[in-house]
């Protein structure tokens, strides 16, 4: 059974840029017949605002994105990671590294801690000097040495709070994902996440990166750079839209329903 999900942060209104995600991930598992998940990922309090889950559903039924099975929210699920966290002990270490600790590596965490004692630890997984490499439907091969880019990274941070990849790596398993179709900001964070679906023994799912929005300016459309919502826009004329984007040659007088339908191929 073909499985994929769209995995928004309620950290603001959808954009064109997350719609477009949407439309990709929802149109390739529906087109082989799979089912399409939605999941909540709320691990990062501080970014988090209040009923911008709710805004976000609301605003993917108006565009008919009608997922299937229960809504996960990360937020609720912090005991699950950790115990899968547990099982990588033999991975992970301690870090009491703070930010201006590590401020003078750049982004890549040294391969010992600069700080050795501190109150509160983040966890880091150790990686290895080794290339993940990968295909992706999109964008093809991609490699990526762990050690060298990107360094061992935080699977809970200071704060106590599961990271991102942690949480997407367990939930993208644990619901059984075959799929994984997203923008391609996100290509950078799949050889991360394969390394720890290595680790745990879990399957890889296919990927596709998809190309990204980009606004006038040239950057990528964001919550951060305030993108237009489209929670106020025609939804039938910007589902089209996000179709087109896409390279769907959708007609510009269907409907929602006929839209979808005629990429999904019913
Ligand atoms: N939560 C991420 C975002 O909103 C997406 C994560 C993913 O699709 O893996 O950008």
Not at 167 to 193: F, K, N, T, W, Y
Request: glycine fraction near 8%.
């Amino acid at each position: 059974m073909i499985v994929g999900r769209f995995a928004p942060t309620p950290s603001g209104d959808l954009h064109f840029g997350s719609l477009v995600a949407a439309v990709g991930s929802f149109v390739s598992a529906k087109s082989k017949g799979g089912k399409w998940l939605v999941r909540i990922e709320d691990t990062d309090r501080a970014r988090s605002v209040k009923g911008a889950d709710l805004e976000i559903l609301r605003t993917l039924e108006r565009y008919e994105l009608f997922w299937d099975g229960e809504i996960w929210r990360q937020s609720e699920r912090f005991a699950i990671y950790f115990e899968f966290l547990d099982r990588l002990k033999n991975f992970t270490y301690e870090c009491f590294c703070s930010r201006s600790d590590l401020a003078p590596f750049g982004k890549i965490h040294p391969p010992s801690c600069v700080a050795r004692v501190g109150d509160r630890a983040a966890i880091r997984v150790r990686v290895l000097d080794r290339e993940i490499i990968f295909h992706d439907r999109i964008v093809g091969g991609f490699k990526q040495n762990l050690r060298a880019e990107v360094g061992d990274f935080v699977l809970k941070n200071r704060g106590g709070e599961p990271s991102y990849h942690l949480a997407c790596v367990i939930d993208d398993h644990l619901s059984g994902v075959s799929e994984i179709v997203r923008g391609r900001d996100l290509l950078d964070s799949a050889p991360r996440q394969i390394y720890l679906q290595n680790l745990f023994g879990f399957s890889t799912p296919d990927y596709a990166h998809l190309p990204l929005v980009l606004g006038a300016d040239g950057a990528k459309l964001s919550k951060q750079n305030k993108a237009e919502p489209i929670a106020g826009k025609n939804p039938r004329e910007t589902l089209i839209a996000a179709l087109n984007f896409l390279g769907y040659d959708t007609p510009a007088d269907l409907t929602i329903r006929e839209a979808l339908d005629r990429e999904i191929c019913l």
